[in-house]
């Protein structure tokens, strides 16, 4: 989907080739099929994982690639091709599940992990949202009490994404005192007692990513499987944020450019009044504007990335990004459906889809709002 050599290299495109191979044999022909069942089949993970595609970016020891920023978003951009969002962020899980347990848990919890996970053989998910509170991280309520060798969990999660179908579930408890510095991660394991799945829930968008509650009563998660040190998990989750912002500004490229491409086929060939709709020149400036204030975006996400990839600090930057490719992708993803007009409004576009799959990224890993006010703390305000 991009050819930008100064961030893509030959290794990154080679990724691209090979991603771009694997959605088109084995999710192209299959995503209306997972649209109405709303969620993934497990084959896809092993697939994914045997192709070496959730990989790309883990340490070799456990199976992944060791590459760099531009190979995952290059691999990302592929899959977000397939048209549909919900793939891409059920696949995707693994990227805000696993790195918590990469980079904070033990040796021990590595080794049994990782691998499993990267291989496609377990899927992995990250539980914050609770339905007292979605972007208010830092008063969450589940809470986990010490007993002997086992921490007893209680409370619920919501909007968790892959939370149907995951193995793994990287959680967010309360282990210490109100208010951030009392919070930790776990990782509890589907079939632990006292941790059961609620129903899969319907959404706008997103259709073929399941989407869950999670209830704990009372269940026992041994210490071993805390990530990082008690009480220091919001450090954790707001590092892990920082990535999962700069993949919703990639997602909302992405998003840009194919309602720009469907709008670019259309005008030219569907007619009105005698003409091509290409032929007027209000319809030729919308889409003008679009492709310019994507182009800004994409550079600027770029940009960002390339920071990351040097180890900047960006906790500005990459809010800054996500917020404008949002807003970005809302005026395309509009412009779109009103350049299709009625067609728009059909299922059986992929415009309508693009429409709905947008409205999340604006608000999923921190909401449009919480990214201006995280801005403005970093301007000193």
């Keep these: 989907m991009s ?54 970016g883990y340490p ?95 409370g619920s999660k919501t909007f968790i994404t892959s939370g149907v179908n995951a193995d793994y579930y990287t959680v967010a408890v309360r282990t210490g005192e109100p208010g951030y510095g009392g919070i930790s991660l776990l990782l509890i394991e589907k079939g632990t007692p006292g941790f059961s799945v609620g129903r899969k829930l319907k959404k706008m968008g997103w259709w073929a990513s399941d989407t869950a509650e999670l209830f704990f009563e009372d269940c026992a998660v041994p210490k071993s499987n805390l ?41 030219k060939e569907r007619k009105a009044f005698g003409k091509p709709l290409s032929g007027f020149q209000t319809l030729r400036h919308k889409l003008a504007e679009v492709a310019t204030q994507l182009e800004a975006s994409r550079e600027f996400t770029y940009r960002v990335a390339a920071r990351i990839a040097a180890g900047d600090s960006v906790v500005k930057e990459v809010s800054m990004a996500k917020n404008f490719a949002t807003s970005v992708s809302d005026r395309a993803t509009y412009d779109a459906v009103q350049v299709f007009g009625g067609m728009g409004y059909m299922r059986e576009t992929l415009v309508e889809r693009l429409y709905r799959d947008n409205r999340i990224l604006a608000i999923g890993g921190g909401t449009f709002e919480i990214m201006n006010e995280v801005i403005a703390k970093q301007l000193g305000l």
């Design 60 to 154: 070799e020891q456990y199976g992944g690639t060791g590459l760099d920023v531009f190979s995952k978003i290059a691999a990302s951009e592929e899959i977000m091709a397939c048209g549909a969002g919900g793939v891409a962020a059920g696949l995707g899980s693994i990227d805000i599940g696993l790195p918590p347990v990469v980079n904070w848990g033990s040796d021990e919890l590595k080794r049994r992990v990782v691998a499993p996970v990267i291989a496609g053989e377990k899927i992995q998910c990250l539980a914050i949202t609770e339905p007292s509170g979605g972007s208010d991280v830092a008063n969450l309520k589940t809470r986990a009490v010490k007993d002997g060798d086992y921490y007893r969990v209680t």
């Design 227 to 267: 990530i990082g040190q008690e009480n220091a998990g919001f450090y954790v989750i707001m590092t892990n944020f920082q990535m999962e912002r700069l993949n919703l500004a990639i997602m909302a490229n992405c998003t840009s450019q194919l309602a720009l491409d469907a709008c670019l086929g259309y005008v």
């Design 3 to 56: 050819s930008y050599p100064v961030y893509f290299g030959e290794t990154q495109q080679l990724i691209r080739h090979s991603v771009k191979k694997f959605v088109e044999q084995e999710i192209n022909p299959h995503v209306e099929q997972w649209e109405e069942a709303g969620e993934l089949p497990r084959s896809l993970y092993r697939k994914a994982g045997q192709a070496g595609i959730l990989g790309i």
